[in-house]
């Protein structure tokens, strides 16, 4: 059963350092999603994408953040210059239009120092 | 705005005993809505789902939720909780049948007694 998969599931930087995440999504699926969790909320929109097009991308928290996916099949979230405050799990979700429902996978956990 | 809220923020239960977690929404229009459980280092797993017909729906691992208009509602139930049930739980909504971004309440951290 291959479902979602992100890439690496933790990761620790400095601050000011870049990072980039990976996330495959289930192989049918053309709706990928990423999300933002910080400890003790729920987690929080910031871009799709259908296929290779990003179909939303204001609720990205900053212009340091940036989603890509070139192929319509993996995508890629980077975060520039990071700061103390992007601390969190990101996750990432995919979807088939037609269920609207989203599978989550087990998400990359940032730590910035 | 669309907003979902879990207004319990922890609460814990016996084991064998049974279990009703809260969920309040609002939208202009019946939403679509999902229960995910989450355990400690894991991603989300969906429970169930109402997008429309009967309101009572069922879920996996014993779960049911009632969708409830008139409340905004949307508490997700349990007969008897085992104490691999001890997780965190978040309620979500998304108000269009397009399948885009959903928005989930604070969560819901469920503890068990033995």
């Known amino acids: 059963d291959t479902g979602v998969s992100q890439d690496p599931r933790h990761k620790i930087t400095k601050r000011g350092q870049n990072v980039t995440f990976r996330c495959d999504p289930i192989?049918?699926?053309?709706?990928l999603y990423w999300y933002r969790q910080t400890l003790g909320q729920g987690p929080e929109f910031l871009t799709y994408?259908?296929?290779?097009?990003?179909?939303?991308k204001s609720r990205l928290l900053s212009d340091r953040f940036s989603a890509e996916r070139p192929k319509g099949s993996f995508s890629t979230l980077e975060i520039q210059r990071t700061e103390q405050g992007d601390s969190a799990m990101y996750l990432c979700?995919?979807?088939?239009?037609?269920?609207?429902?989203?599978?989550f996978g087990p998400g990359t956990r940032l730590t910035v120092l | 705005a669309q907003s979902v809220t879990q207004p319990d923020i922890h609460i814990t239960v016996s084991e064998g005993a049974s279990l009703e977690l809260r969920c309040n929404y609002s939208?202009?229009?019946?939403?679509?809505l999902f229960w995910y459980v989450q355990s400690p280092g894991q991603g989300l797993q969906l429970l169930l789902k109402?997008?429309?017909?009967?309101?009572l729906v069922q879920g996996i691992k014993g779960f049911e939720a009632e969708f409830k208009r008139s409340q905004s509602s949307f508490n997700l139930r349990k007969p008897s909780v085992h104490w691999s049930d001890a997780a965190e739980y978040f309620c979500?909504?998304?108000?269009?049948?397009?399948?885009?971004?959903?928005?989930f309440g604070g969560g819901t951290r469920l503890m068990v007694k033995p």
């Open positions: 979700a995919s979807s088939l239009p037609s269920r609207n429902e989203q599978f």
């Open positions: 192989s049918e699926h053309n709706r």
């Open positions: 994408f259908q296929n290779e097009a990003q179909l939303e």
């Open positions: 939208y202009g229009a019946t939403p679509y």
């Open positions: 109402y997008f429309s017909g009967d309101t």
């Open positions: 979500a909504g998304n108000g269009d049948n397009a399948g885009n971004m959903l928005t």
